[in-house]
C-alpha cells in the first residue's frame, strides 16, 4: 500500500511502516488543492490537523482505504462522508490520554494555588503570602462531562485525593471504580469543579454558555483540555466577573483554527480574550495538554499499530 504522510510526527512512524512494508511518501508543503490532485495515487493518508479533509477531497481520493490522524479526534475529517465511501477511520486517543490527564490536574492545583500569579509576583519583587492563600482539592466534588480516555484518564489521577468524581456521558454506564456517572443535573447540583473531555460535535459546540453555566448550583473552577468551541468565552467572563465560576484553566480556545496552529492577530483580539489574559485566576496553554514528549512517540506508535491490524484484513 501507498501511504502520503501530510504532517511531520515521530520518526518511529515512517521507520515501523517502511519495515512493515508500506511505500511512504511526505509532502509537507503543497497545499490542499495540490495533495487534492494527486489524491488518487494513495491507499492511506496520515495527519494530523494541517487542513480539513471534506468531500470534495474525498471525491478526488479514488483508491483512499483509509485515514489515520495522529490526535485524539477526527473533528476535522467528514467522517459520515467517509464512511459511506468505505474509508476505514483511524484516531489515537489511547497516545495521549495521560498527558491530557496529567495537565488538567496541574492546571487546577495551579489555580487553587494561585501558582501562576504568586509566580509572576515574586518575579517582580513582591511577597505577598496572605493574598496567594490556596485552597485544597481534598473535600471537593469533581465533575467531568465526557467520561472516555480522556475523562477516565483524568479520574485516575484524582485517585491520590479525597474528592467525589462524577461523570455525565451521552453513553449509559461509561462510569466505573473511579467515577461514578450521573445525570447532567446531579453534576450540576453537586460540583465545585467542572472538567470538559468532549469531541467536538453539534452537541458539544457552545454547550457551556451563560444558561448551562447558570444551572449549577454551586460556584465552581472550569479546567477545559478538549476543544474550544465548547465554551462561549464571553459568557465565561461573565461567569468569571461574577464569580459563578471561580477559575478557569483554559488549554483550548474558542477562538482557534481548525488547524490548531494559530490564534488570532493583535489586531483582531476578542474583547473576552483581552479580559482571559489579564485575569489573575484564569490560567492559559496553548493546546498542549496532550503534547509531551512521550506522547509525541505514543500516538504515533498508535497510528502504526491500527494501520497494522487494519491491512492485515485486506
Not at 24 to 47: A, M, P, Q, R, W
Not at 89 to 116: D, Q, T, W
Not at 167 to 181: A, L
Request: proline letters at 2%.
Amino acid at each position: 500500500m501507498n501511504i502520503l504522510h501530510v504532517d511531520t510526527n515521530h520518526p518511529l512512524l515512517l521507520h515501523q511502516l517502511n519495515e512493515l512494508g508500506f511505500t511512504n511518501d511526505e509532502d509537507y508543503t503543497s497545499s490542499k488543492s495540490e495533495i487534492e490532485n494527486k489524491i488518487h495515487n494513495y491507499d492511506g493518508i496520515v495527519l494530523r490537523s494541517r487542513f480539513s479533509i471534506d468531500k470534495q477531497f474525498l471525491d478526488k481520493a479514488t483508491n483512499l482505504k483509509f485515514i489515520g490522524r495522529v490526535g485524539a479526534g477526527l473533528e476535522n475529517i467528514d467522517c459520515d462522508y467517509a464512511t459511506q465511501k468505505g474509508i476505514y477511520l483511524i484516531s489515537a486517543p489511547e497516545g495521549n490520554r495521560n498527558a491530557v490527564g496529567e495537565h488538567s490536574l496541574g492546571m487546577l492545583l495551579s489555580l487553587f494555588n494561585k501558582l501562576n500569579k504568586a509566580d509572576a509576583e515574586v518575579r517582580n519583587g513582591k511577597w505577598l503570602r496572605e493574598e496567594n492563600r490556596g485552597v485544597e482539592l481534598d473535600g471537593k466534588t469533581v465533575g467531568l462531562i465526557g467520561y472516555g480516555n480522556m475523562g477516565k484518564a483524568f479520574a485516575k489521577k484524582l485517585r491520590g485525593f479525597d474528592v467525589d468524581v462524577l461523570c455525565y456521558d451521552i453513553k449509559p454506564t461509561v462510569g466505573d471504580h473511579n467515577c461514578t456517572q450521573v445525570t447532567l443535573e446531579e453534576l450540576q447540583q453537586k460540583a465545585t469543579v467542572l472538567s470538559l473531555h468532549i469531541p467536538e460535535t453539534e452537541l458539544t459546540t457552545n454547550m457551556i454558555d451563560a444558561h448551562f453555566i447558570n444551572q449549577f448550583h454551586n460556584p465552581f473552577w472550569l479546567i477545559n483540555t478538549a476543544r474550544g468551541k465548547s465554551v462561549v468565552t464571553k459568557d465565561l467572563v461573565t461567569a468569571l466577573k461574577n464569580e459563578k465560576i471561580l477559575g478557569a484553566g483554559l488549554d483550548v480556545l474558542e477562538y482557534e483554527k481548525s488547524s490548531f496552529e494559530n490564534l488570532f492577530s493583535k489586531n483582531n483580539m476578542p474583547e473576552a480574550f483581552n479580559y482571559l489574559i489579564k485575569a489573575e485566576n484564569v490560567l492559559l496553554s496553548p493546546h498542549v495538554a496532550g503534547w509531551t514528549v512521550e506522547s509525541k512517540q505514543k500516538l504515533a506508535q498508535t497510528i502504526v499499530d491500527k494501520i497494522a491490524s487494519f491491512t492485515a484484513f485486506k
